[in-house]
């Protein structure tokens, strides 16, 4: 029985030898080549298999092939015909588990989201997905965790192709100013969106009637530059608007009583197509007439 059972097991000592010529942990993180669009990235193993369910399901084939038939593929670049810009940015999150897109360039964003579907990076999709919903429902927190928000999002706006088409990414990932520029004439008026929200359902329904809406940054009026320049101090600060309401009637018709009754007319009139509430519109009601009767 001994004489019989040595060659097996020196012949299951060669083959141990043979597999762990190279240990695992250095299987796992030797580099590897992407060719991505014709630019080359030195990646190791572990960052690519991490993140992406693309590049685990490739490599578990590559380290399945190697065992069998030695280590002619590891030269061998893996070929992806992405943009190498957008699989840098890729490449950035599954190394340091932080997303980033690029504001300025939404194209490049919109590229990027749309590579990291095809590649399986699921943390980076998930992230932002809630980031998304977090800035569309204006909260300063998420209400759960980022899994569930994600998926509040997928409830809400399809598949992250549909979500790019209707213009909801990449815009409403990035957090939206407060700030909207109201362009009239050849003046520029700077309101605050929160306010106008708050005070007007004109505004309201501007600013809120699709999630990106929010995210405008002009808005361009044909109504008259002084008429517009009272109306939205009306909204922010109605003493203010008192003060600018007086400096003009005297500036530019001193007591012309048919101008100001004019002039009144026509605040009043944008002030009723806001849509103020109730309360607030008959304040700066009152306020106007103790003006037009100063």
Known sequence: MAEESAPKRRRTSSEENSVTDRPCHDIATEPVNVDVGGVLFRVSKTTLTHSSSY????????????????????????????????????????????????REDRYLCKKTLMLAEYLGIHGFLVTVKAITMKHISRREDFLSDEASEAAQFDVRFGSLRMAVDKGILPICYFPPSDELRIKVSDKIFHASKKVLIEKSGYFGRLLTSNPEDYWKQDYISGENPDVMEVALQMLSSPNSAFTTMTEKFHRVSGQNVKF????????LTWLDKLQLPVDFRDNCVQTITHTFNA
Do not use: C, T
């Open 55 to 102: 590049f685990e399901s490739m490599m578990s084939e590559r380290w399945h092939f190697d065992e069998k038939e030695g280590n002619e593929r590891d030269s061998e670049a893996i070929f992806v015909d992405q943009d190498p810009k957008a699989f840098e940015l890729i490449l950035n999150y599954m190394r340091s588990g932080m997303v980033y897109l690029p």
């Open 260 to 267: 100001r009754h004019f002039y009144v007319q026509a605040i």
